[in-house]
Every structure is written in structure tokens, then in C-alpha cells.
């Protein structure tokens, strides 16, 4: 008789479940008509310390308060601000057995997959190598593609229109962080200058003046925070370009503020658009970003399935590839599955963090991004199976397997890219270009760590804007020739 081995993923079907919100002793009282209102949500966002006490109780001991206040003066990039929704999804089980000790409460919220995210504390970021010295706050140079204010133009045939700059929740991780959001001690914040109304119109006007585009991302920030009836007069004019045929609005409210999204006024909205797309032959989707499993419950598949309902043709998943939060073949593809069997969302990608400062203990190396591709392999449908993608700057989305070369010592890989980006138009090199992207330096070998503080780049070295500097000037000259060693 065979014994057969057993999978190297072991599938099961998860049922979802809201967290019970009342565990936490500043929710208590609150209902669940309360509770699954948007409005209710947006008044009730922890935004600071303060208020994360009076919510907590005795829940966290003071060390981790202390932990996060040194956190925000020193190192955050992103302000605070995060949705009751996605509170409640941080150790969802915490009193599943009984009411926890403050110490056993804080060790669990110190390694939820959540919280590292949305609230990072000093303690997670690394001592060593805490930004890539080749880190910059816009590492992707969205802004020098700008075709109008907050309108980048870096594919051939598809634009990123950046309509807002705030979102109803605040990731750590923002690849946006130089633009979005409040400032924090560590960043001043770039401003949007022109009124929303004026910075649309110049958007609809470079579509109808550009045929060769036929795709719009519609981001920020978060759609989900714009009102709705500016957002669908936008989408509405955009369907009225004859060349657009694909619209997408980028909104991770779907998970983090659900209840907006399936509110009555937006799903009538949602339906007149879709409507309209549909007469017009133009596919109009929704892409969300969700991190982890735990953040997939009924509210946000409400969400999801409401939209499908009234006919947007996709709800796809975008989400980042950070180290202590999705980082294993396991939770990459439980949270799949929740997506797909649970909520009707499509895995779509998973991008490696870009290098921001203070980013490093988020960011994987190459090589761990492509065990990781492997890994979700033959698991899940062709047409679910997310891409885990390097956003190359200078180049844009490349599969991880699409690498030239990769020197895995130094941990410095190669990319080129087949069309030209909105800035090299007339630049006929190009396409023979290769562009350079970095591993973070801790998970180099010791030969690895050595040549980069040999380089000048002592470990420890803190100063994000001396990084940034540095790294102008670094991917100015990179963009222009293949580094040797
Ligand atoms: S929702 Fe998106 S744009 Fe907003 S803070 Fe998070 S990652 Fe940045």
C-alpha cells in the first residue's frame, strides 16, 4: 500500500470572520450598524498615540508606546492613521481562549503581520542598514514623468493619474511616502499644487491629446478618499476618450475601509459607471492592496462581491512582498486563496518593497522573491496566479525571472526593458540600456557586506537625506551605463 508524501502547501478552504471588535476595551459598546458604517469608521481612525491608548486600555504595556514614540520622531516616513477595520484585524484571535496579560497581548502585537506594517515601531526597523544607500524618497521617479500635475507617463500605452494625495489609512511602507499623506518629523511632504478640478481637467486633456494611451490607473493616495461624486464625474469623462479601454481605480480602502466601498450611494455610482464602460466596450476594475490573509473578512468580500455585482468587470489584488509579513509560500498563498475563494479577488501581483529610506527590514532580496514566485507555482489557477513583479526604476514592472544578471554577492541585479519610458522618447539607447536594482545589504554574504562598507557606505550610516542625495546622483549615472565590479 502507497503512502502518499504530503504536499509541500497543504490547501484547505478557510472560512472568514470579522474579528470581534468589542475584545478591545475602547470598542465595547460599539454596535454593529455603527460598525459597518463608513462614516463610523472615518470619525474613529487611530491616528495617534493618544488615541491608541484610550482604545487599548490595559492591553499594551508602556515599553511598546514607548517602542512606537521613538518610532514616529525618528524614523516613520508615513504619519498614523489607520481604520478601525484594519485595528481590528491585528491579532484577530487575541481572546479566543481568554483574556490576554498585557505581556502576552504585546508579544502577539509585536509580530502580527499587520501591525508591522501599518505600525511599525523602532524595534522592527534594523540598526545596521537601516535605508539601502541607494534609497530616495520618489525611487521609482514618478514625478520626473509627470505629463501634467500628478499625471506620470511611463509605459507606452498606459498613464498613472495620481488624482489625490491622501488615502483613509496609511501603510508604513508607502512607496509614495514623498507625496502622500501628512508630514512626519523624517519627511516633508510634498504638496499637489492645483485644485483637484483644474488638475483633472489636465489630465483628460493630455488623454484626448495622446491616442498611443489606451489605460488609465486612477490612484493616489486612495480613490476611496475622494468624494464619490467628484471620482465618478472624473471616471465619467475619462469613458468619453475614445482611445481609453481599460480603467482601473487603485483603492486599498477596499480591505481597509470596506464600508465605504459597499455604501448605497457608491455601489449606484459604481453601477452607472460600469454601465457605461460596458456600452463603450472599456474595461473598468478595481485593484486593491491587501498584505495578509487575516485582512480578507466578510465586510471587505461585501465589498468585492458588491462591485462584481453591479458589474465592474475585476477585482484584483496588488499587494508588497515585505519580510515578517507575507514572506513564506504559505502565507503568499493563504491569503490567495482567501482573496479568491472567499472574496472574488483576483491575485494579480506582489511587488518587492521599493527602496525607500528606512525601509530595509521590509525589503527582500531577488533571490528570495524568486523561491517565493516557485513556490506559488501550480497551486492556483493560471489566471490567479499572482506575478511577483520588481518595480525596476528607470524601467517599471518586470517579472522576477526576467533579470539579466544578477551578482548575488553584492546583490545588485540587472534589468533592461523592450519600450521607452515618457523621459527617454528621444533617447535611442533606450531600449539597450540596463538599469540596476538592489538587494538589501543585510541579506547579503559576509563578502557581499564588506564590499559595500568598503564602498563607503559605513553600517549604521542613518541620514535618509544624505542617502537621497547620494542616490540622485548614483541612478543618474547608473541609468546611463551597466555598472561593472
Ligand atoms: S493606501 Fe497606498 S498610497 Fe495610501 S499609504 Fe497605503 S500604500 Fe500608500
Sequence with gaps: MSHPLPQPYDYRQHEVREPDW?????????????????????????????????????????????????????????????????????????HDTGT????????????????????????DRRTDWPSHPYSSRDSLHEHDMWRAEGLTHRYPTKVLAEVLSTCPQYCGHCTRMDLVGNSTPTVKKLKLELKPVDRMQQHLDYLRATPSVRDVVVSGGDVGNMPWKNLEAYVDKILDVENIRDIRLATKALMGLPQHWYSDDVLAGAERLATKASSRGVGLAVHTHVNHANSVTPLVARASRGLLDVGIRDVRNQGVLMAGINNSVDQLLDLCFALLDEASILPYYFYMPDMIPF???????????????????????????????????????????????????????????????????????????????????????????????????????????????????????????????
Design 100 to 123: 490576554p496579560t498585557p505581556q502576552t497581548f504585546t508579544e502577539a502585537y509585536y509580530v502580527d503581520p499587520v501591525r508591522r506594517y501599518m505600525l511599525p515601531v523602532f524595534s
Design 359 to 485: 525601509a530595509e527590514h521590509w525589503r527582500v532580496s531577488l533571490a528570495d522573491a524568486q523561491r517565493l514566485q516557485h513556490g506559488v507555482m501550480g497551486y492556483l489557477p493560471g489566471f490567479a496566479t499572482p506575478r511577483v513583479t520588481c518595480d525596476v526604476p528607470f524601467v517599471g514592472k518586470r517579472w522576477v525571472h526576467q533579470v539579466d544578471e544578477y551578482d548575488h554577492v553584492l546583490g545588485i541585479s540587472y534589468w533592461s526593458k523592450n519600450y521607452r519610458t515618457g523621459i527617454e522618447l528621444e533617447d535611442p539607447d533606450a531600449v539597450r540600456k540596463k538599469h540596476v536594482y538592489y538587494d538589501p545589504v543585510h541579506s547579503l554574504p559576509q563578502e557581499g557586506q564588506e564590499w559595500w562598507i568598503n564602498e563607503g557606505y559605513p553600517k549604521g550610516q542613518i541620514a535618509a537625506e544624505t542617502h537621497a542625495a547620494a542616490a540622485a546622483s548614483r541612478a543618474a549615472a547608473a541609468s546611463d551605463m551597466a555598472p561593472t565590479h
Design 22 to 94: 468589542t475584545r478591545l476595551p475602547g470598542w465595547s459598546e460599539v454596535t454593529t450598524s455603527e460598525w459597518e458604517d463608513a462614516q463610523w469608521q472615518r470619525a474613529h481612525c487611530v491616528k495617534n498615540i493618544k488615541q491608541l491608548r484610550a482604545l487599548m486600555g490595559d492591553l499594551l504595556t508602556d515599553d511598546f508606546y514607548d517602542d512606537l514614540e521613538l518610532d514616529q520622531a525618528e524614523r516613520a516616513t508615513m504619519s498614523m492613521l489607520i481604520t478601525p477595520q484594519m485595528v481590528n484585524t491585528m491579532v484577530p484571535d487575541s
